[in-house]
């Protein structure tokens, strides 16, 4: 028996392209092994305009007038007609994908759009770190009113199945710690920083290859990690962790003098977020470290992401993978939607 999934994409940037890549290349295999078939109905975001089709938008389609035009305002009859809200409310989707802009302060818009579309009975896709990282205990107990479910797998370490392998295979064995290379932009940078590069010089290429933003603060201060050690607290251990319960540090003022001092101790700095459960609460952090060489997130190198989890059962585990990319990212709501239909089922 085949399922129908409509969705409707808020933002169409490189996570959203990275998507529709996905599903032109791989509609009929995501039909024939896993019984779904996945149709974009609707896509909007603020800068490229919005397109419908209650049948179905063709995903190369789309992808060729972006490339073409810039954006979508001239795509058809169905262009430039709702913005977000209206595309939630009348698109008919089965699962709102929320890919806009991410703001660490509120998590809107993105917040809205979640709500507004529970509300209705849609289930939810994000890579938006926002609403998870602000407003998680919100957003579960919508989801239980409103019987529907949120995926949120590429809010920490993009397609990397970190959330999936965490809650689905690991809970039971009793995670007692998270750590993880979580910033790919910084461990890039410390990695530069290890072959002799200054600092500045380092995150100057980091920001050519496009791993850092033109603002790098969010990446660099540790922000965009601390919301993940968020996500990975509150979804894995059932806490209630905001941004300030985390003991957050950069890695601008690492000196040479600093880096040379671990090398010489064959040791390595990483960016380390951490969240460990102790016998009067728990401890979250994001602060460089001087890691052993033996230690399993010592060797990861590049923009590379890593999370080991520690269990009681089975010791540590360690994950490494993509922590971002057009078609990394976008695989993640893949992972999402196959996880929402497994449960629906």
Not at 55 to 81: C, R, T, W, Y
Request: with cysteine.
């Amino acid at each position: 028996m085949i399922t129908q999934y409509k969705l409707a994409i808020i933002g169409f940037g490189n996570v959203g392209q990275g998507l529709a890549e996905i599903l032109s290349d791989k509609y009929s295999f995501l039909k024939e092994k896993f019984g779904i078939d996945i149709r974009i109905v609707a896509v909007c975001d603020l800068y490229k305009g919005s397109v419908a089709d209650l049948n179905g938008l063709d995903p190369a389609m789309l992808l060729h007038h972006i490339e073409v035009n810039g954006d979508l305002k001239q795509f058809g009859q169905m262009s430039n007609i709702w913005d977000a809200e209206q595309t939630i409310a009348k698109s008919g989707a089965d699962i709102l994908v929320e890919l806009a802009y991410t703001d660490l302060k509120t998590g809107e818009p993105a917040f809205s759009h979640v709500k507004q579309a529970m509300n209705i009975g849609m289930h939810i896709s994000m890579t938006n770190k926002g609403p998870v990282a602000l407003h998680f205990p919100e957003l579960k107990r919508l989801a239980r009113k409103n019987k529907v479910q949120i995926g949120i797998e590429g809010t920490v370490m993009s397609g990397t199945p970190s959330l999936n392998l965490g809650s689905e295979m690991l809970l039971a064995s009793g995670i007692t710690k998270i750590q993880g290379i979580l910033n790919g932009t910084t461990n890039y940078i410390l990695g530069e920083m290890e072959a002799g590069a200054e600092y500045a010089v380092a995150l100057k290429k980091a920001q050519e290859l496009g791993y850092a933003e033109a603002n790098p603060a969010g990446d660099v201060d540790g922000h965009d990690a601390a919301a993940k050690v968020v996500i990975l607290g509150n979804v894995m251990m059932d806490l209630s962790l905001t941004l300030s319960d985390v003991d957050c540090t950069g890695i601008s003022n690492l000196s040479a003098e600093d880096i040379n001092y671990a090398i010489e101790n064959k040791k390595h700095w990483k960016l380390i977020g951490t969240v460990e459960k102790t016998q009067t609460g728990y401890i979250a952090s994001v602060k460089p470290e001087m890691l052993m060489k033996e230690h399993p997130l010592a060797s990861i190198s590049g923009a590379t992401n890593a999370i080991t989890y520690t269990t009681e059962l089975m010791g540590d585990i360690t994950l490494i993978g993509p922590g971002a990319g057009r078609l990394e990212t976008g695989y993640a709501i893949i992972e999402d939607i196959l996880t929402i239909h497994k449960n629906s089922h």
